[in-house]
């Protein structure tokens, strides 16, 4: 079921959605080389917890953190580890809270430390991407034309889209209909409407598109071992446009 939510609904979807936002504006600072992961994940935790929200990702599915941390060829759902980030690293940190249910979710790649350019512009074109696919989020448009605008682009460059994992509608759960992919064909699927909130979250290979999950059962990495990067906003569909609701109070996201 597609849900239309009323404007006091978009308005608790926000509140989570400037949480997780400003949760990882709170944590940028320490993502940096010698940094443990497990420290960044319990900061954040921390945070969200003391914004009166609780981290939507932890027990979910079982899933045992508040964040999800993956680094370079790691596509999504590392689980943050006693593992020490090193200098000219990538790593895509997503995170999800809920506050009087209703949830949030938003993911940013960082940089650790200075990296090469190659891997600043996998991230400045999946970054630039995700702003494509948003475009396309208005009223009359379809599904499809958010996965279309991002694949186009992205592989202009030469990198791939990841099939097998997308985008979602949020709301009063993590994960709702309809399912929104990062690539297909234009003015397909479901019909985007006024009062939709849904969550755009393009993940982009440097190399092939296939993808493969480690025996953790959830750290999702390339195939070929090529650098990966993710960025996501969760948003509301208007009659005046998209609004990014995951844009925070103390960044711009």
Same mark, same amino acid.
């Given at each position: 079921?597609?849900?239309?939510?009323?404007?006091?609904?978009?308005?608790?979807?926000?509140?989570? @959605?400037?949480? &997780?936002?400003?949760?990882?504006?709170?944590?940028? /600072?320490?993502?940096? $080389? !010698? %940094?443990?992961?497990?420290?960044?994940?319990?900061?954040?935790?921390?945070?969200?917890?003391?914004?009166? %929200?609780?981290?939507?990702?932890?027990?979910?599915?079982?899933? $045992?953190?508040?964040? @999800?941390?993956?680094?370079?060829?790691?596509?999504?759902?590392?689980?943050?580890?006693?593992?020490?980030?090193?200098?000219?690293?990538?790593? !895509? #940190?997503? @995170?999800? %809270?809920?506050?009087?249910?209703?949830?949030?979710?938003?993911?940013?790649?960082?940089?650790?430390?200075?990296?090469?350019?190659?891997?600043?512009?996998?991230?400045?074109?999946?970054?630039?991407?995700?702003?494509? !696919?948003?475009?396309?989020?208005?009223?009359?448009?379809?599904?499809?034309?958010?996965?279309?605008?991002?694949?186009?682009? &992205?592989?202009?460059?030469?990198?791939? &889209? &990841?099939?097998?994992?997308?985008?979602?509608? #949020?709301?009063?759960?993590?994960?709702?209909?309809?399912?929104? $992919?990062?690539? !297909?064909? $234009?003015?397909?699927?479901?019909?985007?409407? /006024?009062?939709?909130?849904? %969550?755009?979250?393009?993940?982009?290979?440097?190399?092939?598109?296939?993808?493969?999950?480690?025996?953790?059962?959830?750290?999702?990495?390339?195939?070929?071992?090529?650098?990966?990067?993710?960025?996501?906003?969760?948003?509301?569909?208007?009659?005046?446009?998209?609004?990014?609701?995951?844009?925070?109070?103390?960044?711009?996201?």
């Amino acid at each position: 079921m597609v849900h239309i939510r009323t404007q006091r609904e978009i308005d608790l979807i926000t509140a989570s @959605c400037q949480i &997780v936002a400003d949760t990882l504006e709170f944590i940028s /600072e320490d993502v940096k $080389p !010698g %940094a443990m992961l497990i420290d960044i994940d319990s900061k954040a935790e921390k945070y969200i917890r003391s914004q009166g %929200a609780r981290p939507a990702f932890k027990g979910y599915m079982g899933f $045992p953190a508040t964040l @999800c941390v993956s680094v370079d060829d790691e596509v999504v759902h590392g689980i943050p580890s006693t593992r020490v980030l090193e200098e000219g690293q990538i790593v !895509g #940190i997503d @995170c999800g %809270a809920e506050k009087e249910g209703y949830y949030g979710d938003h993911a940013r790649t960082f940089a650790v430390g200075n990296i090469s350019e190659e891997k600043k512009q996998l991230m400045d074109i999946t970054q630039e991407s995700l702003s494509k !696919g948003i475009a396309k989020a208005i009223p009359g448009n379809y599904v499809s034309d958010i996965g279309h605008a991002i694949q186009s682009f &992205v592989e202009k460059f030469g990198y791939s &889209v &990841v099939r097998e994992l997308v985008g979602h509608g #949020i709301g009063t759960n993590l994960h709702e209909e309809p399912q929104i $992919p990062n690539y !297909g064909k $234009p003015s397909q699927g479901y019909k985007l409407r /006024e009062g939709m909130c849904i %969550a755009i979250e393009p993940m982009i290979n440097e190399g092939v598109k296939e993808i493969k999950t480690d025996t953790d059962g959830w750290t999702v990495r390339t195939l070929d071992g090529a650098n990966s990067a993710h960025f996501e906003h969760t948003i509301a569909i208007t009659k005046n446009g998209p609004i990014i609701l995951s844009r925070g109070t103390s960044n711009g996201g």
